[in-house]
């Protein structure tokens, strides 16, 4: 096809989703970190304790997500106070006061009492924990053949918001977010590798391939590539696991799945144990996987060759890859590489309705002219504020613990 069939095959519109839901800033704090006060008025944290410092109140926003929400203006101190405590601490269950969230020993209306929908698992896969989601009082033959597995924070998020029991209920709501999580069978005895395979590899990255010194990228460029990539999703069962990744990737990959296509659960490939298998507890359970190149491939990520010859010093090369610039090529993408995203501030652990307004910007300024990023730019221009990314790792240590120590 020719550029101008390209182009005149393509809207370039994305789908708007909105993720907040109409929530303000104060439920999304509770729903995600579990603050509540305890004690009014409030007295302030014990003088042991040093808060990390916010700005202000716009950073506290930005920092989980809620810069575009609403806000009651109720209790800004204490909530700031709050999230200090969890940046603080290397072990937040046990330094964060018990009066300002759920999750306190000696809290005043503990989590564990919460009336729920399910019940929680602690299991360890591939050294890292993850929560079994199990459905209460709902018959097993009204449930899916599979599981769901979710991080510590997200399995504490969904007993606060009462989500469930039916894991359809609780799936529709994390791809609605853009939350991680997978959807684990467990494999029949005769689907059962010899051994446990790595992830499965695609040789995708070839699809969008290699441009040549100073090429200079059109919109035909990414029309040509939102084709192969929604072809991609669209042909091949295991690439529903890219809505279960979270971030930029279940976003990009929401232009070509339902969400359906999680509901549907493993794949037949997944379930013959050709893609995933991870053991826990002497079973073997098996889930599709995209690969690194499969999530380049939707990312927009091409080799561009930096037009650099002849042999290169050890240093050189060390430099050279750490700017992604690898075997005489620099690395260029449409999107934040899943990588870079991952570490940024606009990651807070779910799609945010600021999240959708920086990806439906951008696509703008791609119908305008704008053209693939580096690497290094991404990391400028997402980069934001590093208290987002560490809220939620120390938030999934504080909700780590408490499940296995009190649920």
Known sequence: ??????????????????????????????????????????????????????????????????????TSGANQKPITDFLGCLLASRSPLDSVPD????????SFLPLKDLRRFIDIEARELEGTTWIFLHSINLHPSRNTSWVLAVDAMTALECIRRQIGPHNLDIANFLVDHGIPFMTLELLPKTSIPPKVHPPHTDSATSLLGCRPNKYKFNLADYAAYVTLRDAYLSANPHGRAALCVGGIVA????????????????????????????????EYLCDDDISPQVMDLICGVYHVKTGNKGEITNVQFCILLMRDVIDQVSIVSWFPRHNKW???????????????????????????GGVPRSQTDWRDLIHLTRKAPKLVHHMNLAASSYIKECM
């Open 342 to 368: 991952s570490g940024c501030g606009l990651n807070v652990g779910q799609w945010t309705d600021e999240c959708e307004s920086w990806y439906v910007k951008w696509v703008q300024e791609i119908q305008a």
């Open 1 to 70: 096809m020719s550029s101008k069939d390209v182009l005149a095959a393509n809207t370039f519109q994305p789908v708007i989703f909105s993720a907040s839901k109409a929530e303000t800033v104060e439920d999304l704090i509770y729903y995600r970190y579990g603050f509540y006060l305890y004690e009014h008025p409030y007295s302030g944290v014990p003088a042991s304790i040093q808060p990390v410092r916010f700005q202000n109140w716009q950073e506290v926003c930005h920092s989980v997500g809620g810069q575009q929400l609403t």
């Open 251 to 282: 976003r990009l990959a929401r232009e070509a799945l339902p969400n359906s296509a999680v509901l549907a659960g493993p794949s037949e490939a997944a379930l013959r144990g050709e893609r995933r298998v991870l053991v826990s507890n002497k």
């Open 99 to 106: 009066n300002l969230w759920d999750l306190g020993l000696e």
